[in-house]
DNA sequence: AACAGCACCTGTAGGC
DNA sequence: TGCCTACAGGTGCTGT
């Protein structure tokens, strides 16, 4: 499940390995990943060089010489691999091959990864809402969440980019705030609080790689390290490290959560 | 406006 | 062992 800490770690990979490399070929095992027809995909990025790899929210952006952007989002179960490993040919939906003879593939057990077509870096992603790497950020994005359950306002890809549901969780349990919790009778420092938490649960997975709980891979196809360190998401029963209470799980937001009972509590 | 339900998919875990 | 069902969750759509 693929979250920025995640889709960052593999962004940071394929800067290194491939800025500036030329797209000769794209074969396409599974026409339906491509959200652009492929004559014209094709016919966009072929004999161009890419100029730049960089993230906006849990999209992967490769900005091509002369402008055009494509982009990837790797949904539940995608990922890209520099190398295809024996047995997951099965997997493979799409192959980009570049001038120099390597190339970079695309793997999505459940066929859900998209990958799309845009102009320019200028018009790419319209809805998406602000990276959530900064405070203030995520408080002015929060406060304008009228009476929604702080959770729905976390998932929710329009208020801010990049969140899924192990970071909600984290940064929810880590603030001590329900996820449930309306966020209009959030008080000012409680908001403060989870805007905190949500930045630094996001730098420290980031530095750990990602998380692993079972597709998810970095480019080298090596897994991400942080589920090591989850306090919250997928401990239903297990004791808070807080104060010993069984965790629980619940559906909210239409996810599961994963909360501690007393430590989080709606207030 | 907010939210629920569903569709998209497949592998895995659990029950029997 | 094998069959069946529920479940995992990001996004976008429809309906209420």
Redesign the pocket.
């Given at each position: 499940?693929?979250?920025l800490p995640e889709v960052e770690t593999v962004v940071q990979e394929l800067k290194a390995r491939l800025t500036g490399k030329t797209i000769t070929g794209v074969e396409a095992d599974f026409l339906?990943c491509l959200e652009t027809p492929p004559e014209n995909y094709r016919r966009a990025v072929c004999g161009r060089r890419i100029h730049e790899i960089f993230r906006r929210?849990?999209?992967i952006c490769f900005e091509l010489d002369q402008g055009p952007v494509f982009t990837v989002?790797l949904?539940?179960?995608g990922k890209l691999l520099f190398q295809l490993p024996e047995g997951e040919r099965?997997?493979l939906r799409l192959s980009w091959c570049f001038a120099d003879g390597s190339g970079l593939h695309f793997l999505d057990?459940?066929?859900?990864g998209r990958v799309r077509l845009w102009p320019g870096r200028s018009a790419l992603l319209p809805?998406l809402g602000p990276e959530p790497l900064d405070p203030q950020t995520i408080v002015t994005a929060l406060t304008s969440?009228?009476?929604?359950?702080v959770k729905?306002l976390l998932?929710d890809?329009h208020v801010l980019a990049g969140i899924?549901?192990?970071y909600a969780d984290e940064s929810l349990f880590l603030s001590g705030i329900h996820p449930s919790q309306p966020i209009d009778r959030l008080s000012r420092a409680r908001c403060r609080k989870l805007a905190n938490s949500v930045v630094g649960i996001l730098q420290s997975a980031i530095a750990n790689m990602g998380t692993t709980l079972?597709d998810y891979r970095t480019t080298r196809n090596e897994n991400g390290r942080h589920g090591d360190f989850l306090q919250a998401?997928g401990r239903t029963g297990l004791p808070c490290l807080h104060c010993g209470t069984p965790l629980q799980?619940a559906?909210i937001?239409?996810?599961?959560s994963h909360f501690c009972p007393r430590c989080q509590k709606i207030r």
């Open positions: 499940m693929p979250e339906s929210g849990k999209y989002h949904r539940m179960t099965k997997h057990v459940r066929k859900f809805k969440g009228g009476k929604r359950a729905a998932l890809q899924g549901n192990i079972s998401y799980r559906v937001a239409s996810r599961s």
